[in-house]
């Protein structure tokens, strides 16, 4: 069943004009509209308007032009069907075998800084996609294409076997619905957010593939790294891969993780990460001085992990990073000097993310089995003005600083937490335990001496005063936690016990 009549219609006209051309050399009559039938003409290709076919104006600015039976009886007919055919013959309809269509710029339009609501609404298109799902709904018969990669392989068949195989325009079919259902993703998103709706009845969601991935956490699972097409650009897929081998599913997720940590910080910052979680993280009044106090935290665990930088890579803190194995190293910039240094090993991961650049809150979204779980970012901070101090002893200021870091790191580790800072960098980090005793002992054996004079952070607060008590014995002199336990007060007669400062924050940080 040879391609006797297309209908082309479309927004994004790169290699419209050669793709038509192709298909009347062929023998394909074409119905157009609006710019593309104008492109078509000057271009020297007979076109015939689609009011021909419809024996009816295009209207209302082009909003009704293809909303005709004349146009969906040729797309929907099944062609083996005596009576659908028989009808097509009785109304004078002509069969359209091919559709090349595509839409009206939605994304464009709606990521444009000055956009009015006017504008998006004016930019959903209804027409194209109702042709497109016409098309595709009778692929059997009809081949359609939205997307002008696709064109080729249509010409390529057409060429060798005068048709498009079955296979294809399943393929064809597949991808049409695909984006037309992103396409509706994206407008429902957006009218949800207008209207104010934080709790609705359904929600459809739309990603882009980003790359096919090797395997996903290990080598029997098979993974694909998708990214959303309207999500913040301060994200692992957003960054620019300068070198290295391509990325890894393990290697997204912890990078994700550094970049979240990092971001906490104003100063200039490092962090180390392993498994997602931290495994250490140093300020300073440099990157460099930094960078040391984060290899210092922990200089076991950082060998093979990652590393994220809110600073520019200069030559002398690329020689530092250079005599560690690192999986991948993220920063704003890199000097040309420090890539000439750091692409001397052949498989680490160079990327570049402003991870300074401002970004609003996304919602988090969680697979479960057969579910999806979907929350508000944890964008909450310390502020002091609603801290309470229910210990006989207040921090220093010094202390203070300790806790700040500490705070914010014990945010991002995984609960129950526990986290050591001392002198603008962590000493110790208990992480996932099933009891928060258990987290403690952990960070505070990984600090060992530099317990004397740290601070402590908990993500949650203390069920019992135990936490309190081999922290004390282990030389912590101030502690920052939620509060709120029924048992708060054994907490603070403890903490009181041992001249310890202590810090409520009233507010949680569970990381599951």
């Given at each position: 069943?040879?391609?006797?009549?297309?209908?082309?219609?479309?927004?994004?006209?790169?290699?419209?004009?050669?793709?038509?051309?192709?298909?009347?050399?062929?023998?394909?009559?074409?119905?157009?509209?609006?710019?593309?039938?104008?492109?078509?003409?000057?271009?020297?290709?007979?076109?015939?308007?689609?009011?021909?076919?419809?024996?009816?104006?295009?209207?209302?600015?082009?909003?009704?032009?293809?909303?005709?039976?004349?146009?969906?009886?040729?797309?929907?007919?099944?062609?083996?069907?005596?009576?659908?055919?028989?009808?097509?013959?009785?109304?004078?309809?002509?069969?359209?075998?091919?559709?090349?269509?595509?839409?009206?710029?939605?994304?464009?339009?709606?990521?444009?800084?000055?956009?009015?609501?006017?504008d998006?609404?004016?930019?959903?298109?209804?027409?194209?996609?109702?042709?497109?799902?016409?098309?595709?709904?009778?692929?059997?018969?009809?081949?359609?294409?939205?997307?002008?990669?696709?064109?080729?392989?249509?010409?390529?068949?057409?060429?060798?076997?005068?048709?498009?195989?079955?296979?294809?325009?399943?393929?064809?079919?597949?991808?049409?619905?695909?984006?037309?259902?992103?396409?509706?993703?994206?407008?429902?998103?957006?009218?949800?957010?207008?209207?104010?709706?934080?709790?609705?009845?359904s929600?459809?969601?739309?990603?882009?593939?980003?790359?096919?991935?090797?395997?996903?956490?290990?080598?029997?699972?098979?993974?694909?790294?998708?990214?959303?097409?309207?999500?913040?650009?301060?994200?692992?897929?957003?960054?620019?891969?300068?070198?290295?081998?391509?990325?890894?599913y393990?290697?997204?997720?912890?990078?994700?993780?550094?970049?979240?940590?990092v971001?906490?910080?104003?100063?200039?910052?490092?962090?180390?990460?392993?498994?997602?979680?931290?495994?250490?993280?140093?300020?300073?009044?440099?990157?460099?001085?930094?960078?040391?106090?984060?290899?210092?935290?922990?200089?076991t665990?950082?060998?093979?992990?990652?590393?994220?930088?809110?600073?520019?890579?200069?030559?002398?803190?690329?020689?530092?990073?250079?005599?560690?194995?690192?999986?991948?190293?993220?920063?704003?910039?890199?000097t040309?000097?420090?890539?000439?240094?750091?692409?001397?090993?052949?498989?680490?991961?160079?990327?570049?993310?402003?991870?300074?650049?401002?970004?609003?809150?996304?919602?988090?979204?969680?697979?479960?089995?057969?579910?999806?779980?979907?929350?508000?970012?944890?964008?909450?901070?310390?502020?002091?003005?609603?801290?309470?101090?229910?210990?006989?002893?207040?921090?220093?200021?010094?202390?203070?600083?300790?806790l700040q870091?500490?705070?914010?790191?014990?945010?991002?580790?995984?609960?129950?937490?526990?986290?050591?800072?001392?002198?603008?960098?962590?000493?110790?980090?208990?992480?996932?335990?099933?009891?928060?005793?258990?987290?403690?002992?952990?960070?505070?054996?990984?600090?060992?001496?530099?317990?004397?004079?740290?601070?402590?952070?908990?993500?949650?607060?203390?069920p019992?005063?135990?936490?309190?008590?081999?922290?004390?014995?282990?030389?912590?002199?101030?502690?920052?936690?939620?509060?709120?336990?029924?048992?708060?007060?054994?907490s603070?007669?403890?903490?009181?016990?041992?001249?310890?400062?202590?810090?409520?924050?009233?507010?949680?940080?569970?990381?599951?």
């Amino acid at each position: 069943m040879a391609i006797k009549r297309a209908l082309v219609s479309v927004y994004h006209k790169e290699g419209i004009v050669d793709f038509v051309k192709e298909l009347v050399s062929m023998g394909v009559e074409v119905i157009s509209t609006g710019g593309t039938k104008k492109l078509l003409q000057e271009n020297g290709i007979e076109v015939i308007s689609i009011s021909e076919v419809t024996n009816f104006p295009e209207i209302m600015d082009g909003r009704v032009k293809t909303l005709h039976p004349a146009i969906h009886s040729g797309l929907l007919a099944v062609r083996d069907n005596k009576e659908h055919m028989e009808t097509l013959s009785d109304l004078g309809i002509t069969p359209i075998d091919l559709v090349v269509v595509n839409l009206y710029p939605f994304k464009e339009t709606i990521t444009k800084k000055t956009v009015t609501f006017e504008d998006a609404i004016e930019n959903i298109d209804i027409g194209g996609p109702t042709m497109l799902r016409s098309a595709a709904k009778n692929h059997q018969d009809v081949t359609v294409v939205v997307d002008p990669n696709d064109y080729q392989t249509v010409v390529n068949q057409l060429s060798s076997d005068g048709d498009v195989d079955h296979k294809t325009r399943k393929q064809l079919a597949a991808k049409v619905f695909r984006h037309t259902a992103a396409y509706d993703a994206l407008v429902s998103s957006y009218l949800t957010e207008q209207a104010g709706e934080t709790d609705p009845e359904s929600l459809t969601f739309t990603y882009e593939k980003q790359q096919s991935l090797r395997y996903g956490e290990n080598p029997h699972q098979q993974a694909t790294f998708y990214k959303q097409p309207l999500g913040t650009e301060v994200s692992i897929a957003r960054v620019k891969q300068l070198h290295g081998k391509e990325l890894s599913y393990n290697n997204i997720k912890d990078a994700d993780a550094a970049v979240h940590i990092v971001r906490e910080f104003n100063e200039p910052c490092a962090v180390a990460v392993k498994h997602m979680n931290p495994c250490g993280v140093g300020v300073g009044d440099t990157i460099n001085e930094a960078f040391k106090r984060a290899y210092e935290a922990d200089s076991t665990s950082i060998f093979g992990g990652i590393v994220a930088l809110n600073r520019e890579v200069d030559r002398e803190l690329a020689i530092q990073l250079n005599e560690i194995f690192l999986e991948i190293v993220i920063a704003p910039r890199f000097t040309d000097d420090a890539l000439e240094i750091l692409t001397q090993k052949k498989n680490i991961r160079l990327l570049t993310l402003n991870v300074r650049a401002e970004a609003k809150a996304e919602k988090q979204l969680t697979s479960v089995k057969g579910g999806l779980l979907i929350q508000d970012e944890d964008t909450g901070s310390l502020d002091k003005e609603q801290t309470t101090i229910p210990t006989k002893r207040e921090p220093t200021e010094e202390e203070w600083n300790d806790l700040q870091l500490a705070w914010k790191v014990v945010k991002h580790v995984k609960s129950n937490a526990i986290v050591l800072a001392k002198d603008n960098m962590t000493i110790g980090i208990g992480a996932g335990q099933m009891n928060r005793v258990g987290a403690a002992k952990i960070a505070l054996e990984q600090a060992g001496e530099e317990t004397h004079g740290s601070a402590l952070a908990s993500d949650a607060f203390f069920p019992m005063a135990d936490t309190v008590e081999v922290a004390a014995k282990a030389g912590v002199t101030t502690i920052i936690q939620p509060g709120g336990s029924i048992r708060d007060e054994e907490s603070i007669q403890k903490a009181d016990e041992y001249g310890i400062a202590m810090v409520f924050t009233g507010m949680r940080h569970f990381k599951h």
